[in-house]
């Protein structure tokens, strides 16, 4: 077989009648254009083939620098010729986030707010992925944070939200069953955009994010100082209120802690909900704006409670056998 080229369609390319093929050196430079706007030092590589509908999946996995990987797109076009799907990510923590199944409309949004991709990949007709470049590496749970906000933002699968998840990479064909042309072929992974840019409004987004995955660690800790102190407590004392926290140094004046951490007390000590909203109110919120965006964020912050505690409107010290939880440091 002449092994100059190598049809990334199913079947043998020696018997395949006018088989379709992109060529080697397009899809060279689709792969050269999609590393080069992701910008790592590493790559993991996988090739993955489903074994029948519903069944299991076979995955063939290489962690590869950017020489090695261009210099085994033969191998990588023969398996895709094969039936497998080819899949990049950086290796270990890295700078970027994947926004996975995102429709065209998305992708303008993104741009008009000001979060323009640093690589867009079309896997399919009407189906696009995004790599958006924050211009710093992130650690895993900020990561993760940061691509389930995106994924919430523009509507992409939240399932695919998380520090490390595969795309599609360019220049193969997308050998899902489901993606399968009317003439028996498949559709090719095309990079539309490769700029490598930062987008204009990582410094502000991480910042954001970063509070929050703080506020969320203090708040887990919290529970857990709770529950450990609560194991051989004494006899049950005076319930606190949220003047208890307001005065308490460990939160050091920041009313979103203190209003997030009283609200986990309170729901975990069977409070009723308008009680705790009333008692987040009692503070000046004219910095959130109009009376419905103070009563927005009023129930965000007991939303988030009730979500971090797991209690889901059931008293913590009811809820999975868990004892009663304790206050803040007086």
């Known amino acids: 077989m002449d092994r100059s080229h190598v049809f990334c369609q199913e079947g043998d390319p020696t018997t395949r009648t006018n088989p379709v093929d992109i060529g080697p050196s397009l899809t060279r430079n689709a792969v050269e254009r999609q590393l080069a706007a992701m910008n790592s030092r590493l790559y993991e590589v996988g ?98 944070t940061a691509a389930r906000a995106l994924a919430q933002r523009f509507g992409g699968d939240p399932g695919a939200a998380d520090w490390r998840h595969f795309g599609r990479l360019a220049g193969f064909t997308n050998r899902k069953s489901n993606r399968r042309q009317d003439n028996g072929l498949y ?53 606190l209120t949220i003047d208890d926290f307001r005065r308490s140094p460990k939160y050091q004046g920041d009313g979103n802690r203190i209003d997030l951490a009283y609200a986990i007390y309170a729901l975990s000590h069977n409070v009723p909900e308008e009680e705790i909203r009333a008692a987040i109110g009692s503070r000046d919120l004219s910095k959130k704006g109009l009376e419905r965006r103070q009563r927005d964020y009023i129930n965000r912050t007991v939303a988030k409670a009730r979500a971090l505690c797991g209690c889901s409107g059931i008293p913590l010290h009811r809820a999975r056998g868990r004892p009663q939880m304790i206050g803040p440091e007086r």
Request: glycine fraction near 8%; charged fraction near 25%.
């Open 47 to 144: 090739l993955l083939r489903a074994l029948g509908d519903g069944g299991p999946s076979d995955m063939l996995p290489r962690t590869w620098d950017r020489e090695t990987l261009v210099q085994s797109l033969f191998w990588l076009r023969w398996e895709n010729s094969q039936g497998r799907n080819i899949f990049i990510r950086p290796a270990g923590e890295h700078h970027l986030s994947l926004v996975d199944d995102l429709a065209f409309a998305a992708l303008r949004r993104m741009k008009l707010e000001g979060f323009a991709p640093a690589a867009l990949v079309q896997t399919s007709p009407g189906n696009f992925q995004a790599w958006l470049n924050h211009g710093e590496m992130l650690e895993k749970e900020l990561s993760t």
């Open 187 to 239: 559709p090719f992974v095309h990079l539309i955009e490769g700029t490598g840019i930062v987008y204009p409004r990582a410094g502000e987004f991480v910042a954001q994010l970063r509070k929050e995955v703080v506020n969320q660690a203090e708040a887990r800790a919290l529970l857990r100082e709770q529950l450990e102190h609560s194991r051989n407590k004494a006899p049950e004392s005076p319930r």
